[in-house]
């Protein structure tokens, strides 16, 4: 996982394009990989028990009109790893419709819509005096056009805070 398609584009540790509905995810791990632990491209997907251990980049990254359901998530970014020269790992769960544009009809119509219960996000366990916090800026990171749903959940160890909401 990671090895570099083209500039900015690496493989993930798991990678689902345009799932059917009956697909099924359970028990499923993701160690150190370069890019992201899990990312759906569109599809639906029910999944259960997967984890995303110090990835260097999202733990579970959502966008294309992605329709899921999950239980039972756990990700810790990676320590010390840097992306950009700047802080390691990204977000535990990044979350939208498309890059460009909420709407782009070119790329996906409509919304991602994502439900998660029972997950546990944990930041870099490093925590040094505040000054330096080497954590991902926010544990849980919403962008545009998503629907999201989050419940009985743990967010902890993030520098600016859990969750994040960049657009309406």
């Known amino acids: 996982a990671g090895k570099e398609r083209s500039p900015n584009n690496e493989l993930n540790s798991f990678t689902f394009c345009g799932v059917g509905d009956r697909t099924r995810g359970d028990y499923l791990e993701a160690f150190a990989g370069d890019d992201d632990g899990f990312e759906w491209f569109g599809g639906k997907m029910d999944s259960k028990h997967l984890i995303a251990i110090d990835g260097h980049d999202d733990g579970y990254d959502t966008q294309l009109g992605a329709r899921n359901r999950a239980q039972f998530v756990i990700v810790r970014t990676a320590p010390g790893f840097s992306i950009s020269g700047g802080q390691n790992g990204d977000h535990a769960i990044e979350a939208d419709n498309t890059e460009t544009s909420p709407y782009d009809q070119l790329v996906c119509s409509?919304?991602?819509?994502?439900?998660?219960?029972?997950?546990?996000?944990?930041?870099?366990?490093?925590?040094?005096?505040?000054?330096?916090?080497?954590?991902?800026?926010?544990?849980?990171?919403?962008?545009?056009?998503?629907?999201?749903?989050?419940?009985?959940?743990?967010?902890?160890?993030?520098?600016?805070?859990?969750?994040?909401?960049?657009?309406?």
Not at 116 to 132: H, P, S
Not at 144 to 163: A, E, F, P
């Open 110 to 168: 409509g919304r991602s819509f994502i439900q998660m219960a029972n997950a546990t996000f944990v930041g870099d366990q490093r925590i040094d005096d505040g000054t330096n916090f080497p954590g991902p800026t926010f544990g849980v990171h919403w962008r545009r056009g998503v629907s999201y749903t989050l419940l009985n959940s743990i967010i902890m160890n993030d520098k600016t805070g859990g969750l994040g909401v960049e657009h309406n």
